[in-house]
T-cell receptor, first 108, second 112 residues
Framework: GIQVEQSPPDLILQEGANSTLRCNFSDSVNNLQWFHQNPWGQLINLFYIPSGTKQNGRLSATTVATERYSLLYISSSQTTDSGVYFCAVLVTGNQFYFGTGTSLTVIP | DAGVIQSPRHEVTEMGQEVTLRCKPISGHNSLFWYRQTMMRGLELLIYFNNNVPIDDSGMPEDRFSAKMPNASFSTLKIQPSEPRDSAVYFC??????????FGPGTRLTVT
């Protein structure tokens, strides 16, 4: 099956710093989503981004499908950004494959 | 708008008991998914339905697990009998567009 790798696995930032999270996938995909799992366990949609670039406030994402990767940018990080960030890819049908996540801790 | 609703939010049960988890998808969504999240295995898809019909249940661990979707607004995931290794957070998600899923808050199951 498809492999979805995320890096780095863990990241600690000072509040206000910027960061880039990466998601590599081993095969062509039809769709890709980024999620944030907050410290209470809730999975929150960030971006639905099969290709191209999208921005939402301090967050933006870019997917280069031909090169099989996606990037999530977090600018001016805040403590509320802490949690685990997952990318999930759709290969066929309606089945997602999740990466192992990047655990982000933002310290004040 | 209400998101995906799951109940109960927490469940503690003894080994051997039957457990039923419930999910109400977002109104109008035609696909529903059940996931399990553990530290060891991360997020795993257990089963998904399209238009109330099970499409792929290859992720269901074994015969102790069963899922139903009797109508477009309700689904259940049942474990009978439950075992300690079933302890996990179980998420339900729904979608209208393939690849764009919305997750419920999850049910934290503890089997002692």
């Amino acid at each position: 099956g498809i492999q979805v790798e995320q890096s780095p696995p863990d990241l600690i930032l000072q509040e206000g710093a910027n960061s880039t999270l990466r998601c590599n996938f081993s095969d062509s995909v039809n769709n890709l989503q980024w999620f944030h799992q907050n410290p209470w366990g809730q999975l929150i949609n960030l971006f639905y981004i099969p290709s191209g670039t999208k921005q939402n406030g301090r967050l933006s994402a870019t997917t280069v499908a031909t090169e099989r990767y996606s990037l999530l940018y977090i600018s001016s990080s805040q403590t509320t950004d802490s949690g685990v960030y997952f990318c999930a890819v759709l290969v066929t049908g309606n089945q997602f494959y999740f990466g192992t996540g990047t655990s982000l801790t933002v310290i004040p | 708008d209400a998101g995906v609703i799951q109940s109960p939010r927490h469940e503690v049960t003894e080994m051997g008991q039957e457990v039923t988890l419930r999910c109400k998808p977002i109104s109008g969504h035609n696909s529903l998914f059940w996931y399990r999240q553990t530290m060891m295995r991360g997020l795993e898809l257990l089963i998904y339905f399209n238009n109330n019909v099970p499409i792929d249940d290859s992720g269901m661990p074994e015969d102790r697990f069963s899922a139903k979707m009797p109508n477009a607004s309700f689904s259940t995931l049942k474990i009978q009998p439950s075992e300690p290794r079933d302890s996990a957070v179980y998420f339900c998600a729904s979608s209208l567009t393939p690849g764009r899923q919305y997750f419920g808050p999850g049910t934290r199951l503890t089997v002692t």
